[in-house]
């Protein structure tokens, strides 16, 4: 009955909704303001092949659990991207396979993106309406073939890309898309080999105004179940949206709220001083001495045992700082040193009151981004442990202890060095993003 209502009045009912969403707007601004700055995102799924059901149900999931999109998902129906259908959105996320588009579904498509708006393709997306040259080339490449289904290494290529930022070299299960190039200019972000020869696998590249990704990965729903797959389509999607790239890692858990210090305290029972001043600005963790010479660790409450961590720092000139891994509440921990100074070092590990050597990192400086926030990726595992270091993607030490030297949990603290001169040393050290997987 209601739904033969609204037909029938359709000129009423659509005033009626107009003044109630005007009315929620004026009695709930927040609400108002938070449904508008949503990322719009048409999920376009279909063709032959592939599950593109499953296929899409697993990425609407990710897309909506992230909590800043408003989706809305389209099968089979290529008529959604005939002019003006397309409006609404900010960006497509399209899969598909085979089929055919007709001159003015692809018009549609090609005015979206080249207005500004964005395209996230991924697996089939390269293999969709074949022999198109047109589309080809908008995507960037085609499928040429496929090995078996396995697990396959894949190599970041471009590091200082904001779609990669802090991402390390990984492996992923899927079916390896073998690709062709129909862009010269796409920018590579990943390769993955195949008899003998890295092949793109993941770019980006411009179309007008607009912006395009593509990836090839997702053969299956199990395929875009896995964390790499939802970092890169978290990302991407923003990114071809026009909007900021967060350093975003689907399977870590945010352990600084980026607001406050909640979750962490002032350690007063360190060999360096009263534990130094610790505030939060601009969505930062920044500690320095105070008052001068006096300086400390700030630590987490809760204590952590294998895990890997990711940790934006960005340390001015002179100071000397550190990660602390498995800290105890006086300070004793594997140090990822932050010394950033004359004869310091940044990325490798030191002991910190236990027994105090030093391993330094061979890949500081040249990984090192001056005046810019630098990006850790530490991984801690067993007992005594072995220590990983990644810094803005690169590989920066390895080490592996042979002995135990303390408990096999402890905090996560950083760290503002006492001592120095007199008048103290007045640089900062400032950290943000912290991420934590227990492994």
Not at 156 to 184: A, M, S, W
Request: net charge negative.
């Amino acid at each position: 009955m209601m739904t033969r209502f609204l037909k029938v009045f359709s000129g009423r009912a659509f005033l009626v909704s107009a003044i109630l969403l005007a009315a929620l707007a004026f009695a709930s601004p927040g609400l108002a303001e938070e449904a508008a700055a949503k990322t719009k995102v048409l999920l376009f799924v279909g063709g032959q092949i592939h599950d593109h059901k499953a296929i899409g149900n697993v990425v609407e999931k990710t897309l909506n659990d992230y909590g800043q999109f408003e989706v809305t998902k389209v099968e089979d129906d290529l008529n959604c991207l005939i002019s003006p259908k397309l409006d609404p959105y900010d960006v497509i996320v399209f899969y598909y396979t085979v089929g055919e588009i007709t001159p003015e579904q692809k018009k549609g498509l090609f005015d979206f993106v080249a207005s500004g708006k964005g395209y996230v393709g991924f697996h089939s997306a390269a293999d969709s309406f074949r022999g198109d040259e047109e589309y080809r080339k908008f995507v960037g490449g085609h499928f040429l073939t496929h090995p078996a289904y396995r697990e396959f290494p894949v190599s970041i290529v471009d590091k200082d890309n904001p779609l990669t930022r802090g991402l390390i070299d990984f492996k992923i299960t899927d079916e390896q898309y073998i690709l062709e190039k129909d862009d010269p200019d796409i920018r590579v972000l990943a390769t993955a080999p195949h008899e003998g020869n890295d092949l793109p696998i993941v770019w980006t590249k411009s179309f007008e105004k607009g912006r395009v990704f593509y990836m090839g990965f997702g053969h299956d729903a199990r395929a875009c179940e896995q964390d790499i797959f939802k970092t890169f389509l978290i990302r991407a999607t923003l990114w071809a949206a026009g909007k900021p790239v967060p350093t975003y890692f689907a399977d870590f858990t945010p352990i600084f709220d980026s607001k406050s210090l909640n979750g962490w305290h002032v350690s007063r029972k360190t060999g360096h001083g009263t534990g130094g001043k610790w505030v939060v600005e601009d969505g930062a963790i920044v500690g320095q001495q105070n008052p001068p010479r006096q300086g400390g660790i700030l630590i987490s409450d809760e204590k952590y045992g294998d895990f890997e961590l990711v940790i934006e720092a960005k340390p001015e000139w002179g100071i000397d700082s550190g990660i602390f891994l498995r800290s105890t509440e006086d300070g004793k921990a594997y140090q990822v040193m932050v010394d950033y100074n004359d004869g310091g070092n940044v990325g490798g590990i030191y002991g910190e009151g236990i027994g105090g050597f030093g391993v330094r990192s061979e890949q500081y400086p040249a990984a090192w981004k001056k005046d810019d926030w630098n990006i850790f990726r530490i991984r801690i595992q067993g007992q005594p442990p072995k220590i990983t270091v990644w810094m803005n993607g690169v590989h920066m030490i390895d080490y592996e202890d042979k002995e135990v030297r303390i408990p096999e949990k402890g905090g996560i603290a950083v760290q503002v060095h006492g001592g120095g001169p007199l008048e103290g040393i007045k640089t900062r050290a400032l950290y943000r993003d912290i991420q934590l997987k227990p492994l």
